[in-house]
Structure formats: C-alpha cells, structure tokens
Antibody, heavy 119, light 107 residues
Framework: QMQLQESGPGLVKPSETLSLTCTVSGDSISSSSYYWAWIRQPPGKGLEWIGFIKYRGNDYYDPSLESRVTISMDTSKNQFSLNLRSLTAADTAVYYC???????????WGQGTLVTVSS | DIQMTQSPSTLSASVGDRVTITCRASQSISGWLAWYQHKSGKAPKLLISKASSLESGVPSRFSGSGSGTEFTLTISSLQPDDFATYYCQEYDGYLHSFGQGTKLEIK
C-alpha cells in the first residue's frame, strides 16, 4: 500500500534552514509517471503549492519561494526532501509531501507535519 | 504564473442541498484541473481530476465540469460528511497553483 511520511524538526529558528524528508513506501520514486511534491498550509490559511521534482528530470518551484527552496531525491532510500532557507515566521505551516500522478493530480499525501518558526 | 480564483470563499448549506463551487483560471488551462476535499487534521483528498473525472471511491454526488478558464464542482445532495474545505488546483505546465479554498459550512 502506497504511503508517504514526512519527518523533520517541529521547531526551527528564524533565519535558519528547514530540512524535511518524505519517506515513500509501497512504490518506487524512480518512476517517470509521477512528480514528487511539497505543499504547505499556514495556520488559518489555504493550501500553498511549494514545488516538485521529477525522476531524472528537473525541479519546479512556486515563484514566490524559488530563491529559497530546493527539492531533492535519494533513490537509494526511496525518499525526497525539502530544504527551505532563510526562514521567517511566515513559513510556519503544516508541510505535506505528496505524489502527483501525471495528468491526474496529487493522488497520495502524507499526513503532514507542523513546522513552527520561532526563536 | 496562473492565478486560480475560487468562489465563494465560504458557503453555508444544509444536508440535502445542491451546491456549486466555481474556480476560475487567469488563463486557459485546458482541462488540467483537480478538486480536493480537506478536513482539519487530515491530508487533502483528491476528488476529481482532469476537470471532470471522478476518482475511484468518490461518491457519485460529486461532479466536476468546465474547460479553459472556468470550472465548477457540484455536490448534488450534501451529506454530513461533505462539510469541509474544497480546493481547486491547476496542473497545466509545471507550476501547479491552488485556489484559495471554499469552506463549506452547515447552515
């Protein structure tokens, strides 16, 4: 059964870098049929698309975050990761990883992890 | 960048009502639109892809339509489990933005 699980710190200081990992089970991330995405939801606000990475392909990001964000893959661990630099309180959110089935949408999601940016 | 605008932001309705949520794209996205249901504390759930294709296991009271820049999600007869927030998302190209969401509340 396909599952995604986010992991990482729940509290990060302003100006630091957030690193989150999504561990995928039940399928290989080494497939050209999917994009591997990150989405977030700040408290009281809507879903925000952060970006995604393609296997053996490029990565794409929301223009408002592009200068601070990197998504990478580790196929040996069947994981993909999010790095978000120069954090501010506005980056406080529940962060979700998800699998985007090409032509269909975000089919599978992790449960989400709350990240708070505070000193 | 494509901007997605949902309306209304909040919708109050009763069990049994028929409701419609609209999503407009700032430029044509053909039919590359998905609808999600999101309940607090849970992961969003994909309801409809390609504007009108119902995902497996999603009740038939949900339907989607539209193409180009205007899309709708309709729930034909609201059930208690349907009160949630709904989002559209475009996936034309490589930047996949969400609408701002529509919170469906019990009247």
């Amino acid at each position: 059964q396909m599952q995604l699980q986010e992991s990482g710190p729940g509290l990060v200081k302003p100006s630091e870098t957030l690193s989150l990992t999504c561990t995928v089970s039940g399928d290989s991330i080494s497939s050209s049929s999917y994009y591997w995405a990150w989405i977030r939801q700040p408290p009281g606000k809507g879903l925000e698309w952060i970006g995604f990475i393609k296997y053996r392909g490029n990565d794409y990001y929301d223009p408002s975050l592009e200068s601070r964000v990197t998504i990478s893959m580790d196929t040996s661990k069947n994981q993909f990761s999010l790095n978000l630099r120069s954090l501010t309180a506005a980056d406080t959110a529940v962060y979700y990883c998800a699998r985007h089935l090409i032509y269909y949408g975000l089919h599978y999601w992790g449960q989400g992890t709350l990240v708070t940016v505070s000193s | 960048d494509i901007q997605m605008t949902q309306s209304p932001s909040t919708l109050s309705a009763s069990v049994g009502d028929r409701v419609t949520i609209t999503c407009r794209a700032s430029q044509s996205i053909s039919g590359w639109l998905a609808w999600y249901q999101h309940k607090s504390g849970k992961a969003p759930k994909l309801l409809i892809s390609k504007a009108s294709s119902l995902e497996s296991g999603v009740p038939s009271r949900f339907s989607g339509s539209g193409s180009g820049t205007e899309f709708t999600l309709t729930i034909s007869s609201l059930q208690p489990d349907d009160f949630a927030t709904y989002y559209c998302q475009e996936y034309d190209g490589y930047l996949h933005s969400f609408g701002q969401g529509t919170k469906l509340e019990i009247k």
